[in-house]
């Protein structure tokens, strides 16, 4: 108890320290609009230099304003899960939530260490400089009313302005940042203020300054400061856009943000207006004609959508929507569908290239939102609604050629047949080189997960488990003696989404001197066949690389077998047959289900030595089954019996039914 006591004296204390380390800002009135309706009292007092009359009649203003919505914040109704209790009462002692893969979180010392990098993943650096408690500390405050909350987030807010102090960086160095490489001042630039968490800091301080408004340690000194701060933010924004990417996404909808909630400045409309001119450039050239974001991972699509969104909600709520076109939405639109086609029927999203799994209720609330945007959309109302209400898409199988998603499937219910292949053009950064590989769902469960991402950048052993996910032999596709693909470009040669034997063929480059073609049937929409076809001069060993849910699966190494023996009724049966001799090779086998959260799994490649130009040609059944006794015995080789550039025919037999596949380019 004497600790506790202690500790928050010590905070109490830092807090008058803070409140005495406060100037009032007199530029901060410069920067602002003083004609702008409400701010009479506050000009006339400017105008006789009488700045603490000023700054308290500032304070009062927006004590008292109204007129400017947020939507993304209601303070009538506030709420606060216990994860942000927590976040907010660990923030009081500088236990600082940065990041979900670092738990628990790391203290950064009673003299706050804004340069403390405990393990160097960049993500980590950069991601403390958001300051994802102060909110949840809003929150706390406004719900139980201690003014211990404000106090230290005022003392929290002022202590990062003093030590991150924003000096000159060439706008391209803020993504080169690698322990070491520079001094540590500037090396804390780098991370402190490239522009993505600048404008996370934008866009949140909009909430924050709601939250904390009314507290007694929110004082006319504290707002000026506040505001010269913000608006420096936006000029970097406006200075250091990102050339491209998500990045820019969010710098663009954040920047309408401060443009909307704050028109006070005399910038604001600028602001706005060049955020709002970014989306309407970016949302054409981001996103392909079949609803698909060009970065091809299903994360960031999502992510785009939602930025998109916001943008669109502040503009509602604020009375600008006119200065988006019609267009803006129907895109909006296009991209959900994309993701609702993609997605499988517990709402999760393939992990293909960075991907997270994906939370349920956040997807749900996703659906939930967007209906706000779309009240007389049907399909989006059913997955709103967990199908209570509304219907679903039209389509079953559904293929996005400009992108490079294909997905077959039988049904929208849990006990769907689902697979999606990823097979488009070069992606952006998130973009891993992938190309040609699935997610199968049966009855349930998702049986050929893709490999996640894991972490994203820093030091030689981030980077090292990094590179493990992302590597093609991870995925569920073809390689040459395990190397990454050394092109991405991906060509549809076919695509069949209907009849009893729905088909895709799809080319990729790969490597000079080798290409591989993949043609997936999805036959009686019950189970697959998948050939693979390794053309070229090129010499070495083909892997053809499956990597199967986590669980038990026995392999078969002398018939290339490898059956699941999953608890409940989703399981499968695969079996491989190629024209030469095949070895199946059991090797290491990881999936990442979130930021440095892994778990193991079974994972195999049949390799086969290409000794000359003849093609290595492989098929593989992949049967899925409700009952592991049931599974049928098969059969299969190539009817042509060389590489036919334009068809192929194959034989397969099931339980000795013998059935021909076959397709003509």
Known sequence: MKIVKYLLSFTFLLAAVCAEAQQLRKEAFDLLNLDYPGLEKVKAAYAQQQWDEAAQALLDYYRQRTGIGHPDMDVKHIKISEEEQRWADDALEHTFFVHKGYQPSYNYGKDINWQYWPVQDNELRWQLHRHKWFTPMGKAYRISGDEKYAEEWAYQYMDWINKNPLTAVDKEEYELVSAGEVKENAENVRFAWRP???????QDQTQQFL???????FTPEFLTEFLVNYHRHALHILDNYSDQGNHLLFEAQRMIYAGAFFPEFKGAAEWRKSGISILNREIKKQVYPDGGHYELDPHYHLAAINIFCKALR?????GFRQEFPAGYANTIKSMIEFYANICFPDYSNPCFSDAKLGDRRVEIRNYQEWLELFPDCGWICYYATEGREGTPLPNLSHGALASGFFTFRNGWQQDATVMVVKAGPKGEWHCQPDNGTFEFWFNGRNLFSDSGSYVYAGDDEVMKLRNWFRRTSSHNTLTLNEENLQTTQSVT?????EGNEQILVTENPHYEGLKHRRSVFFVDQSYFVIVDEAIGDAKGTVNLNYHLAEGTVNADGKDNILTTVYDGASN??????????????EKEGWRSTAYRVRVPRSSVSFNVDKKDSEAVR??????PSKNIASFPSFKAKFLNKAFDENGLKIEIAVDGKKRQLEYKL
């Open 314 to 318: 502040m503009a509602d709520v604020n």
């Open 618 to 623: 492989y098929i593989t059944i992949i049967y």
């Open 196 to 202: 993505l968490e600048v404008s996370n800091r934008l």
């Open 211 to 217: 939250l904390f408004v009314p507290a007694q340690a």
């Open 493 to 497: 040669k076919l695509w069949q989404p």
């Open 572 to 585: 499968l049966k695969l079996q491989c047959f190629a024209e030469k001799k095949v070895s199946m090779k």
